[in-house]
């Protein structure tokens, strides 16, 4: 049966047609089971209709003919439990329905599959028999596992509308002609265009060992790949920052460089030439071996990492081969690029040529893609498991970056309506420039200063233009990355003293090194089985004093004739880490006035990431001169999920009633020592969210420089009284679902719909 399942599968995954699929797979089960019957009825949700779509064994001139209701015979019963029913004798169930002219009167076993999709049934497979027994457990396994494959090829079907339309009421034909595909919001906006299939170049894993013929001249082929790349990468990275990018999302082609000119992959390749084997061969086992490094390494960020080194070795190789990746002269503004996946170099070059919108078959909104796209402002959709790139090439595409939803050939009224929300996101775009020097204050007079997280100094730039206060989160750890080596007290000193001159007299907050978890240090590799509940943020540092002073006093050095330094220390989870985490700033700062330093004492916060802080805020608070809540761990740890890990993605909100109460909670306690509370993490730049943050009386918000100037078109369309009762109603639901949907109705009405979803 195995070797069946596997035979069945291939011819699955080699046919396009749903209607072949359907019928091979009515063929090849019934024979491999041994049935007498095997049928497959397929489920419209827009008319709540089973249809029989394809038989082998019933009365096939029926198909498409028989039609019953969601809940109506044994097919219904299926998949309103969405369980597998098996049965001796189906005649004698209470909710069997006998369908005379399909001939079925003799068959009597009966095995019912639900074929669903991300919880949403897409229809039943049903297998049948003369005798009176049931099928067995292998057999339904066997029948489950076919179910599975069958649901990919319907949501293929679906979204290039190959599934005839038996219903006679034009509408629904209409509803389901138009259902999109659903993948995860990459970049905000949206893109109508023709879909243009980019498919993967020759792989350089595909490459095979050769014997170098000319040494010298593979050696020779290798470094003029190289140089050629590096070349082609400064000149992307310059053409992105001289189009105003903020350097810190141009940071990957930096990582590229230093890779290129690192020691390990030049001197490893031509070695590896050396010993025989020629350019391209000895290039795969180089890029292999990094790959293998990274890869056992295993959180989000390191992957991420892993696919730099793939992308970067794939780009050498095709230097080698003379292949050319983008074809220009194909693209152009109305052009929707269509892929499996793309590298953060292609991404530039397409960004030169301004294409409409990007829909990836893998990726996530943290991969460096959907990160650079939102830079660059493409639409984006990301994770599109289903998306039929070969078939979709010149199709008419719409892509939703804010829903996530793909429309493959929609019809005209569809075209017009996204393009009419276009227009509609270039007038609101502008309005929102025009808030700019306007302050974040509530229509009762309450003032939230609004903050920009940055990681780098050419950021402030940006970060100034976007209206923000100051830098409420400068990450330190960017120095660190670039690096092939720990930066020394002056190199850290000289970054931050130019942060906050730029940014003088406004406050800026240093987070100290935030290392582990999902950022790692090639020089400094943290190897875990768990790494988010390992060894991270503060806990690193307070194990290496030593690295922890130099950071310390590089900050307090860089204050000096400055007045605006405040530092946060991360990942706090005990009182004590507080304690020894200032005696040790303490420390370095007495150090400084000994060597003559005339420097004063900056305000020191703790960020709220862990769980165990939320219950002990009042006591941390009285230690401290502010709080900064960062909400992206906090709800990771609260809710107990990865939120890069797809399958349990939709558990990540920062509106369940949880996260609020532990977010309130915190404000609260802290306000009671007097001690102000900010929010640093993605939830600031959430309108939604922020209307809450607004209720529950934050004292600040801090987010990045795109978001800001819509948290603060939010901020001035709302009471601070308003936004106060609409917490004490969002706490009292049940559920994440029910607060989004008030919310959303809320801004809705105020007119500020083009927060959250595409148009004014």
């Known amino acids: 049966m195995l070797q069946t399942l596997r035979r069945i599968v291939q011819e699955v995954n080699s046919t396009r047609d749903l209607s072949q699929v359907l019928e091979i797979i009515v063929q090849r089960v019934k024979k491999a089971i041994s049935a007498d019957v095997c049928s497959i009825y397929l489920f419209d949700s827009d008319e709540e209709l089973f249809t029989l779509m394809a ?21 219904g019963l299926v998949a309103q439990r969405t369980d597998p029913l098996n049965l001796d004798d189906a005649h004698e169930h209470p909710g069997f329905e ?14 019912g599959i639900p074929i669903t999709h991300h919880r949403e049934v897409l229809g039943v497979i049903v297998v049948q028999s003369e005798s009176y027994n049931r099928f067995s457990q292998d057999v339904v396994n066997f029948l489950v596992t076919i179910a599975a494959q069958l649901a990919s090829a319907i949501i293929n079907a679906q979204a290039t509308r190959q599934i005839p339309i038996y219903s006679t009421q034009e509408v629904s034909k209409v509803r389901r002609d138009y259902r999109p595909m659903i993948g995860q919001p990459g970049s905000p906006g949206v893109a109508v265009g023709k879909a243009f299939s980019i498919a993967s170049s020759v792989s350089l894993n595909a490459v ?11 050696i020779n082929v290798f470094r003029l790949a190289l140089e050629s ?19 810190e999302d141009v940071a990957v082609f930096d990582a590229y460089l230093l890779m290129l000119d690192s020691n390990t992959l030049i001197e490893s390749t031509i070695t590896k030439i050396e010993t025989g084997n020629w350019a391209a061969g000895a290039l795969r086992e180089t890029i292999t071996e990094h790959i293998q490094l990274f890869g056992e390494m295993d959180n989000p960020y390191l992957q991420e990492r892993v696919k730099d080194i793939r992308d970067l070795g794939q780009s050498i190789f095709n230097q080698m081969q003379g292949i050319n990746d983008l074809p220009v002269d194909k693209l152009s503004k109305e052009t929707i690029i269509v892929a499996d996946d793309i590298s953060a170099t292609l991404l530039a070059e397409i960004a030169k040529i301004n294409i409409s919108g990007i829909v990836l078959k893998s990726g996530s909104r943290t991969s460096h893609v959907a990160i650079l796209a939102r830079a660059m402002g493409i639409p984006t959709v990301v994770g599109v498991s289903e998306l039929p790139i070969m078939q979709l090439d010149g199709s008419q595409l719409v892509a939703d970056g804010y829903s996530g939803k793909v429309y493959i050939s929609p019809p005209d ?10 227009s509609q996101e270039e007038e609101l775009s502008q309005e929102l420039r025009e808030l700019t020097d306007k302050p974040a204050t509530t229509l009762d007079e309450v003032n939230i200063p ?4 940055t990681g780098l100094v050419a950021d402030i730039t940006p970060s100034k233009e976007s209206g923000a206060e100051g830098i409420g989160l400068y990450r330190t750890e960017y120095p660190f990355m670039i690096r092939q080596r720990f930066p020394g007290e002056e190199e850290q000193s000289t970054i931050y003293k130019e942060v906050m001159e730029s940014m003088a007299p406004k406050p800026v907050v240093l987070r100290t090194l935030d290392i582990g978890g999902d950022k790692s240090l090639s020089y400094f590799p943290i190897e875990e089985d768990n790494p ?34 405040n530092i946060l220390f991360p990942m706090i989870s005990t009182i004590g880490e507080v304690e020894d985490s200032i005696n040790l700033l303490e420390r370095a700062y007495e150090e400084l006035l000994t060597e003559g330093h005339q420097i004063k004492m900056p305000k020191v916060g703790v960020m709220v990431e862990v769980p165990s802080v939320v ?67 993605e939830m600031a730049g959430d309108p939604l969210a922020a209307i809450l943050l607004l209720g529950m009386s934050i004292d600040s918000l801090s987010t990045s420089a795109a978001s800001l100037p819509g948290v603060k078109w939010l901020i001035r369309n709302f009471s601070h009284k308003e936004a106060k009762e609409l917490v004490e109603k969002a706490l009292d639901m049940k559920d994440a679902y029910v607060i989004k949907n008030m919310l959303t109705e809320r801004i809705e009405k105020k007119g500020l719909g083009g927060l959250i979803r595409a148009g004014r």
């Open 55 to 75: 038989t082998d064994g019933l009365n096939s001139e029926l198909v498409g003919q028989v039609q019953m209701s969601l809940g109506s015979g044994l097919v």
């Open 98 to 111: 006998l369908f005379t002219s399909l001939n079925e009167e003799r068959f009597h076993g009966f095995t």
């Open 208 to 218: 095979p060992d050769r014997p170098a013929k000319d040494v010298a001249n593979e």
């Open 229 to 247: 790349v590096r070349k082609d990468i400064k000149s992307l990275s310059f053409q992105l920052l001289s189009d105003g990018l903020p350097t």
């Open 413 to 422: 009224h569809i075209i017009k309506e996204y393009s009419r929300l276009i």
């Open 450 to 453: 609004l903050y920009a997280n």
């Open 532 to 565: 988010f509940l390992g060894w991270r943020g503060i806990r690193v540092t307070l194990d290496h004093p030593e690295i922890f002073m130099i950071q310390l006093r590089a900050m307090l050095i860089a204050s000096k004739g400055q007045d605006n330094l």
């Open 615 to 681: 219950f002990q805020m009042r006591r941390i608070a009285s230690l401290v001169d502010f709080v900064s809540i960062g909400t992206n761990d906090l709800i990771q740890y609260l809710m107990a999920v990865d939120r890069n890990n797809a399958n349990v993605a939709e558990l990540y909100d920062s509106l369940n009633p949880a996260v609020l109460t532990a977010i309130k909670l915190v404000i609260d306690e802290a306000h009671k020592e007097g001690i102000p509370v900010s929010v640093c993490g």
